[in-house]
């Protein structure tokens, strides 16, 4: 049987994300004997290496943020939005059945559309943060693409009220864990008790992930007298600024930031909740790794959340980005011990649904009907 050429394209698979994790599952699950793999990342961090099989082929980045000089960098994301083919035909030497983009913008922009092709979306797009030039150069992929997938009901309702042409082409493929691996993980490490509960902060510190709305709650929760201690794990353009406000702030005694951290397994193990404020979101990873963990997570009502959630019974999705009813949840959580443990109980059961077998099937099924 000849095997499948399919290229994977990603804004950048060496930052040690959430979109990263769950293409490196996927892959590492296809049958080598149907497809044949290469991705192509157009940033590349070196922060994070992903653990890819022998049999997947990781292509030279576009732009390496260690040697590429702020000109290059301005030259190529010119190039890719306005001439792509100049950058295609410099790093993309082989000839595929099929490509995906596997988030959008910029990955979808590399594409070439005289071939089978799959625009793979894993967050949402936002005409208040996305640029308008970004927002156009989408809508015209989405039109050429074969296929368009979505990871969450809220992410599939969002982008039909956008562009409600889509829905004909639209598949919607939950994203995958490899809840044995995550296990293993996990237990690498013992950490020290803490005698107080640990909210944890977990994610890139940056505009949209929003880790400054949490000193804000850390406050409130002072003001209240509730012990506990927040940490953050996770580096980003915001970190500076998260050190100067905990100081300003006066809140060391109960903030700590714990920069990157390649295996952050067993602090989601040592901790008591998740507690995340980002504005954007796809299908939240770092929820169903909590919940597989038995840790309930408050966050804001982004993404795939409330599916994560259950209907707020593994967590709770807060509105509007309230940081009271916020606060009150954590409370909620971290004082009654009863429903703490139906929530993690609940989320343990909940979290089963998303099996990368499930996920490989309806790869499969996707790439059948495409023929």
Known sequence: MK????????????????????????VNHLDPNKYEIDILEYYHADIKKEPINDNINLLPPIVDSLKASKIEKFYKMFLVKVFPKILRKKYIKKDYDLEIAFTKMIPSFLLDYSKKTVIWLHGELNKHTDKRLDLLLQKKYFKKATRIVTISKYNQELIFKQFPFIKDKTVMIYNSFNFSLLE???NL??????????????????????PLLLLEVAQKLKERNISFKLQYIGVGELLSKLKTSIKVLHLEDCVEVLGFKDNPYPYIKNSTLLVQTSMLE?????????????????????????????????????????VIEFTDKVIKLLQ????????????????????????????????????
């Open 184 to 186: 293993h993980k996990a």
């Open 336 to 371: 009654d011990q009863k429903l703490y443990d139906k929530f993690s109980k609940h989320g343990m059961q909940n979290v089963q649904r998303f099996t990368i077998e499930k996920q490989v099937m309806a790869f499969d099924k996707m790439i059948d009907s495409m023929k």
């Open 3 to 26: 095997r499948k050429k399919i290229l994977f394209t990603i804004w950048t698979y060496s930052w040690g994300g959430g979109a990263e994790n769950i293409l490196t599952n996927l």
């Open 282 to 322: 796809g299908f939240p990873t770092v929820f169903a790794e909590c919940t597989y963990l038995g840790k309930p997570f408050v966050c804001m009502n982004v993404g795939g959340a409330y599916e994560l959630s259950d209907d707020n019974k593994c967590g709770y999705v807060v509105n509007d980005m309230n």
């Open 189 to 210: 490490m013992t950490l020290d008790q803490s005698e107080v509960p640990i909210l944890l902060f977990l994610g890139r510190l940056d505009d949209k992930k929003n």
